[in-house]
């Protein structure tokens, strides 16, 4: 079965970074695109990044552009969200998603990022 498993989350400063991790299993993870969303207290669920299945094509939340990067590693199943300059409104709940046609989008169980002093 699909299984989305996020890491590295958790408390920093802002100005800070974090790198969250998304392990993949039980689908081909190289023949998909893959996104990260967040979502915020009291707020809708938001794509933030959203990488091609070859990492050859990224998309970026406004929000976000210039401070955070995905990227992949299809070789070991694996996409990755690298936040840099942390602002305290990135705080938020993030989650890995898999949209793979006709089967169905898949969730991880997210991973908390608080950004506070």
């Known amino acids: 079965q699909v299984q989305l498993v996020e890491s590295g989350g958790g408390l920093v400063q802002p100005g800070g970074s974090l790198r969250l991790s998304c392990a993949a299993s039980?689908?081909?993870?190289?023949?998909?695109?893959m996104n990260w969303y967040r979502q915020a207290p009291g707020k809708e669920r938001e794509l933030v990044a959203a990488i091609s299945s070859t990492g050859g094509s990224t998309n970026y939340a406004d929000s976000v552009k210039g401070r955070f990067t995905i990227s992949r590693d299809n070789l070991k199943n694996t996409v990755y969200l690298q936040m840099n300059s942390l602002k305290p409104e990135d705080t938020a709940v993030y989650y890995c998603?898999?949209?793979?046609?006709?089967?169905?989008?898949?969730w991880g169980q997210g991973t908390q990022v608080t950004v506070s002093s």
């Open positions: 039980g689908f081909t993870f190289s023949s998909y695109s």
């Open positions: 998603n898999a949209p793979l046609p006709i089967i169905g989008s898949y």
